[in-house]
Structure formats: C-alpha cells, structure tokens
C-alpha cells in the first residue's frame, strides 16, 4: 500500500513541476483562436527581432555609444559615396547638411524653412527628432546593405551627421545616455504641428483634419492631365522613366528618350500612348555570364551595384557599358575589374569613392567577365 501511495505522490510533484513548461510551449505554439490550425503565436525573441523601432521618447533605443571621429571613418568608407564628403550630397540625393543656424538650434525652429528664396530643403532643416535619423540610418543604411552597421557604428554616424551641422561639437560621443539632451539642440526639434489634425491623439482635439475627399462614384471623368513637365535638361539624364516606373498605379513615367512635347495638349494626348508601349513593350532578356549560366544584371541588381551605375547612363558612377567601352581589348580586363569591383576606389571616374564591395569572388568575376565582353544585354 505505501509503494501504491509513494507512486502517487511522485506522479503528482511530477505533473506540478512540468505543467508551467508545457503550457509555455502549448502557448507559443497554440494556433491563433481565429484562424484555427494556421500558424503558432510569435515567440519573444521573434517580437524582439522584428520590433525594432526607436520612437521620440527614446523607447526601444539599444544601449551604446558612438564618437564622432568614428562616425567620420563609416561615413567616408560607408555613405560619402551617395550622400558627398561633407554631406552635401550628389547628382542624386538631396544634401543632408546645410541650411541651420545657432539661432535655429537655440528656437528649434529652422527660419529657412519659410524662406521662399532659400534654394534647398537638406535633411537637418526638416527632421524634428534626432530619434528618426538614428533610427532610419539603422534600418535603411548603407544603401546597399542595410542594417549592415552595428550599433556604435550607427551611434557615430549620426554624432558625425550631427556633427557636421554644428549642432554637436568634435570630440563628442552619442550614446543612450546622452541623447535626450541632443534632442534639445535639433534645429527644427519644434517643427512638428498637430494642427492639421491627422495625427491621432488627444492633441489632435476635435478638429477636422485639413483634407477631405469626396470618392466619385458616377459619370467620373476620365480624361488624363499633366500637372507638370520634365524641363529638357532632365529629360533622360537618368535612363528612360516609363522603363523604370511600375504599370500599376497613377504615376507612370514619361518615354524621356522622346523628345518633350510641343504643347501641354500633346502631351495629355501622348501619355496615355507612353503608359500603353510601356505595357507592351517586352522585357529584355539579360546576358548569361560564360561560367555557370548566371545573369550578370541580376547580379548588379542583387548586390547594390545598379544604385550607382547604368546599363547606358552615369548615376554615381559611370554606365556599365562606359566601363566596358574603356577596356575593351585589355588582356587582363577581367581580372583588373574583378580586384577594383571587391577593393573600390575614387580617381579613375571622379572624386566620388566607391565602397569596397562584399561579393563573393565568383560573383565579382561574374561582373568582371560580362564588363569585359560588352556589357550587353
């Protein structure tokens, strides 16, 4: 009887010990209630890599610091590339330096910002939360590896971007703890209004936000208008627009390789003809690479290359085929392109450095082999 009784007891401290771990389990991976049998609830540590948003009171920003001395060694080798040595930007990305005063950093309120006669709006003047740049330079940046940079590179980074616009001095360091008192000094850090009413909130009050459409639901007109036109030095200066835009949706690029119409009548006439032969018109078949039957464009698309250079057009740098027409007949063409694609550099095209790239050997040699043949589709 004591055996029977010993068995008991052991089976329910068994069962009291177990339980917490089973139903922890059971809840993680329980369907959810509304969608029986599809999927499990997210775990903790799933919500923890995806949550990583860092909002203006500073919740969900890691701990870390950044100088900015460092921050001027990632941005020469990781960013000056797109966004200029001193952040004053290029032929495509608008400065992100400029336009702030002392006097704007002790109002929080950039004067520029209202003046009509001021030629550009840079990063500095309109971003109102120092949370936001350090939170989008850590999701978005570097261009072609976002979320590439650790946390001390991408405290620095913005101490230096801060840095440049004088609103922290040299030998400063950001880090958590310091970065609400940085908030204090952002040029445009009292910018930011409620007033039109489309941020949610008791702030908002009971006014009526500042837009309000009417969905048209019969006899809707349907004649197309141009509300704008390309000035004639932009036109392709970047590749044809109507090739680059998406079909869907209701901005469609012009055919730039056109020349631009006489009127703003002809041009409402020959949009919708743009949109139709964009539509239609087929999609290139890409080369193949020599070795291994790999698609040498997919392979600039997939490792950032395409941001910065065009089959025909410079960008950053210059077109594909520019390249290719440079060394075209060299004997060691594919193996001196496959070094400088992996090691980048400046000088040979310009002032602007290309990055050092992390693409394998086989891809670079990929590159290198098409560049050396052509470059052609």
């Keep these: 009887m004591s055996s029977w009784r010993e068995v008991l007891i052991a089976a329910v401290l068994l069962t009291s010990f177990t339980a917490p771990v089973l139903s922890q389990q059971a809840r993680q991976t329980a369907p959810a209630a509304a969608y029986p049998g599809v999927g499990r609830a997210a775990t903790a540590r799933e919500l923890a890599a995806w ?6 009171d500073f919740k969900g920003l890691p701990k870390g610091a950044g100088s900015v001395a460092k921050g001027q060694d990632v941005w020469e080798g990781k960013c000056a590339s797109c966004h200029g ?3 004053e930007a290029n032929n495509v990305f608008n400065p992100m330096v400029g336009g702030t005063t002392k006097d704007d950093i002790k109002t929080g309120r950039v004067a520029r910002l209202t ?4 030629p550009a709006r840079t990063t500095l003047m309109k971003v109102s939360s120092v949370s936001t740049l350090w939170d989008y330079i850590r999701r978005a940046m570097p261009w072609n590896a976002p979320k590439s940079l650790s946390t001390e590179e991408v405290y620095a980074v913005t101490a230096y971007t801060l840095n440049m616009g004088g609103i922290v001095p040299d030998d400063f360091t950001l880090s958590d703890k310091n970065i609400a008192d940085v908030q204090k000094l952002m040029p445009n850090r009292n910018g930011m209004t409620t007033e039109h009413a489309l941020w949610p909130g008791p702030e908002s009050g009971k006014r009526k936000p500042d837009v309000k459409a009417n969905a048209c639901m019969r006899d809707c007109p349907t004649e197309l208008k141009v509300a704008s036109l390309l000035p004639d030095f932009a036109r ?39 949109v139709a032969d964009a539509a239609a018109a087929p999609a290139p078949v890409p080369a193949k690479a020599a070795t291994g039957g790999v698609d040498p464009l997919a392979l600039t698309q997939k490792n950032g290359c395409a941001a910065c250079h065009g089959l025909d057009s410079k960008i950053l740098g210059p077109g594909f085929r520019e390249v290719a027409k440079k060394y075209e007949g ?3 063409a594919v193996d001196y392109l ?26 670079a040699k990929a590159i290198a082999r098409w560049l050396a043949g052509g470059a052609r589709k």
């Design 51 to 56: 949550d990583i948003d860092v909002r203006p």
């Design 236 to 274: 392709n200066a970047h590749g044809n627009l109507a090739q680059q835009n998406r079909l869907v949706g209701s901005q469609h690029g012009a055919d730039t390789t056109k020349p631009p119409p006489a009127t703003l009548q002809s041009a409402v006439a020959t949009s919708a003809a743009v």
């Design 85 to 87: 040595i001193f952040g």
């Design 330 to 332: 060299r004997a060691d």
């Design 115 to 118: 003046d009509t006669g001021f």
């Design 338 to 363: 496959r070094s400088r694609i992996k090691a980048g550099g400046s000088g040979v095209w310009g002032a602007i450095p290309m990055p050092a790239q992390t693409l394998s050997d086989d891809e």
